[in-house]
């Protein structure tokens, strides 16, 4: 972690209808953001992945030697790259073709013989029933606008009784105007925000964020029921639910970025079995 890391950006965050938006807004949102969310990156990820989400993550993945992993949303594929490193041959699809030119720079640079292709999880009409072992998607599905046909997809491509592992930001805590409550309001210290504000749950809209200055990013909010239900209509069976928290180190380092986490979740991680 830099220095710069540790002052706060200033994040936007607004709703609208959700047939408002197509994978093409979708699609052109990550393509216009992708110079400055990889930047944000090391190899590690950024310092979410880093610290909170990928530790648990890749707890439950466990050993992938020689396990045909599909990466669905790789973005700049680092994700893809630490599991290769680790042993797996892995595929990494994503809707955004210039995060996955990243992606495909790196893999040139320093080829790990991982494949990138560009597709909508929703249609992974190139890729053959059961071909993988286990899936994981980090952080993409609260992005992705055909939740249940991306789903059923993830299904058909894994092989059966493999695993889906899954990380999304958290659908209690992602809906605006769900906020932190500042006392003082100008504060950014973490010991004045004495509770979030969280309103309008059950709401299925169209999530626009991003930090100011930088294009707009559409995602999705949905109840958490959504993504059980259409686990288990696609086929899938709940084995593990986690909302993972900052480690010791990084609350030792950066106890302003990370404090927050330890109240509340940001993420939510499932881990699903095809049944
Ligand atoms: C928050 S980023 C996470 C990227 C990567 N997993 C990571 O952790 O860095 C969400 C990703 O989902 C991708 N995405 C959104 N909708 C998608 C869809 N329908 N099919 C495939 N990828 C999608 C975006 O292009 C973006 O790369």
Same mark, same amino acid.
């Given at each position: 972690?830099?220095?710069?890391?540790?002052?706060?950006?200033?994040?936007?965050?607004?709703?609208?209808?959700?047939?408002?938006?197509?994978?093409?807004?979708?699609?052109?949102?990550?393509?216009?953001?992708?110079?400055?969310?990889?930047?944000?990156?090391?190899?590690?990820?950024?310092?979410?992945?880093?610290?909170?989400?990928?530790?648990?993550?890749?707890?439950?993945?466990?050993?992938?030697?020689?396990?045909?992993?599909?990466?669905?949303?790789?973005?700049?594929?680092?994700?893809?790259?630490?599991?290769?490193?680790?042993?797996?041959?892995?595929?990494?699809?994503?809707?955004?073709?210039?995060?996955?030119?990243?992606?495909?720079?790196?893999?040139?640079?320093? =080829?790990?013989?991982?494949?990138? /292709?560009?597709? !909508?999880?929703?249609? *992974?009409?190139?890729?053959? %029933? @059961?071909?993988?072992? $286990?899936?994981?998607?980090?952080?993409?599905?609260?992005?992705?606008?055909?939740?249940?046909?991306?789903?059923?997809?993830?299904?058909?491509?894994?092989?059966?009784?493999?695993?889906?592992?899954?990380?999304?930001?958290?659908?209690?805590?992602?809906?605006?105007?769900?906020?932190?409550?500042?006392?003082?309001?100008?504060?950014?210290?973490?010991?004045?925000? =004495?509770?979030?504000?969280?309103? /309008?749950?059950? !709401?299925?809209?169209? *999530?626009?964020?991003?930090? %100011? @200055?930088?294009?707009? $990013?559409?995602?999705?909010?949905?109840?958490?029921?959504?993504?059980?239900?259409?686990?288990?209509?696609?086929?899938?069976?709940?084995?593990?639910?986690?909302?993972?928290?900052?480690?010791?180190?990084?609350?030792?380092?950066?106890?302003?970025?990370?404090?927050?986490?330890?109240?509340?979740?940001?993420?939510?991680?499932?881990?699903?079995?095809?049944?």
């Amino acid at each position: 972690m830099s220095p710069s890391d540790e002052i706060p950006l200033r994040w936007t965050t607004r709703v609208g209808p959700t047939s408002r938006v197509s994978d093409a807004t979708v699609r052109k949102g990550w393509d216009d953001v992708a110079g400055w969310w990889v930047e944000r990156y090391t190899e590690k990820g950024d310092i979410n992945r880093e610290w909170v989400i990928d530790p648990a993550l890749l707890a439950i993945v466990g050993d992938v030697r020689g396990q045909r992993i599909l990466d669905a949303g790789c973005g700049n594929g680092y994700l893809s790259r630490i599991l290769a490193r680790q042993g797996a041959r892995v595929v990494g699809v994503d809707l955004s073709p210039r995060l996955l030119a990243i992606a495909k720079a790196y893999e040139a640079q320093d =080829p790990l013989g991982i494949r990138f /292709r560009q597709s !909508d999880l929703a249609k *992974l009409s190139t890729i053959e %029933s @059961g071909a993988f072992d $286990l899936i994981i998607s980090n952080v993409v599905l609260q992005d992705v606008r055909r939740l249940d046909a991306a789903l059923r997809e993830l299904h058909r491509v894994l092989r059966s009784d493999g695993r889906l592992i899954f990380s999304i930001t958290h659908p209690a805590f992602d809906i605006p105007p769900a906020h932190w409550v500042r006392e003082p309001p100008d504060s950014d210290r973490a010991e004045e925000r =004495p509770f979030i504000a969280v309103d /309008r749950y059950f !709401d299925r809209v169209a *999530l626009y964020w991003g930090p %100011s @200055g930088q294009p707009e $990013l559409v995602g999705f909010h949905r109840p958490l029921r959504d993504f059980t239900e259409g686990l288990r209509q696609a086929g899938f069976v709940i084995v593990r639910l986690e909302e993972p928290r900052p480690l010791p180190e990084a609350i030792r380092r950066r106890y302003r970025q990370f404090a927050d986490q330890l109240r509340i979740p940001n993420f939510l991680m499932i881990e699903a079995r095809k049944a």
